[in-house]
T-cell receptor, first 112, second 113 residues
Framework: DVKVTQSSRYLVKRTGEKVFLECVQD?????MFWYRQDPGLGLRLIYF???????EKGDIPEGYSVSREKKERFSLILESASTNQTSMYLC???????????FGQGTRLTVV | QQQVKQSPQSLIVQKGGIPIINCAYE??????FPWYQQFPGKGPALLIA?????SEKKEGRFTISFNKSAKQFSLHIMDSQPGDSATYFC????????????FGKGTTLSVSS
C-alpha cells in the first residue's frame, strides 16, 4: 500500500514563528504536493514538485515555501506564521504520468 | 478556466436513498476526473475515477456519470448507508497544466438511519 506520512497530526505555533511541515512517501513517486483545506473552500494547491529540487507554485503560494532535497520527502515551510494560516494541511504524492494522488492524514495547524 | 464547480455544499439523505453530487468544468484539456472521499480526521482517498472517453463508470454502489458536451460529471451513491457519511470532492486533471489535481469545494454528505 502507498503510504504518505505527515510528521504531525496537530501543531500549535505562535505568530511569527517559522514552521516546518514534513511529508514522506514510500512509493518512489516523482510528484509531491501540498494542499491546504479550509471549510467551504475545498483543497487549494500551495506548491508541488515533480522532481528532486524542482518546485512549482500552486494557487496560493504566498507566505509559504517548500523544499525537496530527497525524492521521498517534501517539506512545507511557513516563513513567518500568521493566524490566517491556521488550517488543515494535506500532503499528497503521485507517480510520474499518473494523475491519481495519494494523501497523508493531514496536519491541523493552529497559529495563535 | 481551471476551476471545478461542485454542488451542493451539503446533502442529507435517508438510508437507502441515492445522493447525487454534481461538478462542472470549463477547461476542455482536462483528461481525468476522480472523486475522493474523506472521513473526519483522515486524508482524502480515491473513490472512483473516469476519463472523458466513457460516459459512465460503476464501482460497487458508486457511479460516475460523465457528460462531455455539457462539461459536467456527477457521483451517484446507490442504496446509501450511514457509513457513506463523509465529505466528497470532485477533481480534474490536465496534463498541460502540470500534474496537480484541481479540486471542487466539497460536499458534506450525511446519511441518516
Amino acid at each position: 500500500d502507498v503510504k504518505v506520512t505527515q510528521s504531525s497530526r496537530y501543531l500549535v505555533k505562535r505568530t511569527g514563528e517559522k514552521v516546518f511541515l514534513e511529508c514522506v512517501q514510500d512509493m518512489d513517486h516523482e510528484n509531491m504536493f501540498w494542499y491546504r483545506q479550509d471549510p467551504g473552500l475545498g483543497l487549494r494547491l500551495i506548491y508541488f514538485s515533480y522532481d528532486v529540487k524542482m518546485k512549482e507554485k500552486g494557487d496560493i503560494p504566498e507566505g509559504y515555501s517548500v523544499s525537496r532535497e530527497k525524492k521521498e520527502r517534501f517539506s512545507l515551510i511557513l516563513e513567518s506564521a500568521s493566524t490566517n494560516q491556521t488550517s488543515m494541511y494535506l500532503c499528497a504524492s503521485s507517480s510520474g504520468g499518473e494523475p491519481e494522488a495519494f494523501f497523508g492524514q493531514g496536519t491541523r495547524l493552529t497559529v495563535v | 478556466q481551471q476551476q471545478v464547480k461542485q454542488s451542493p455544499q451539503s446533502l442529507i439523505v435517508q438510508k437507502g436513498g441515492i445522493p447525487i453530487i454534481n461538478c462542472a468544468y470549463e477547461n476542455t484539456a482536462f483528461d481525468y476526473f476522480p472523486w475522493y472521499q474523506q472521513f473526519p480526521g483522515k486524508g482524502p482517498a480515491l473513490l472512483i475515477a473516469i476519463r472523458p472517453d466513457v460516459s459512465e463508470k460503476k464501482e460497487g454502489r458508486f457511479t460516475i456519470s460523465f457528460n462531455k458536451s455539457a462539461k459536467q460529471f456527477s457521483l451517484h451513491i446507490m442504496d446509501s448507508q450511514p457509513g457513506d457519511s463523509a465529505t466528497y470532492f470532485c477533481a480534474a486533471h490536465s496534463a498541460p497544466y502540470g500534474t496537480a489535481l484541481i479540486f471542487g469545494k466539497g460536499t458534506t454528505l450525511s446519511v441518516s438511519s
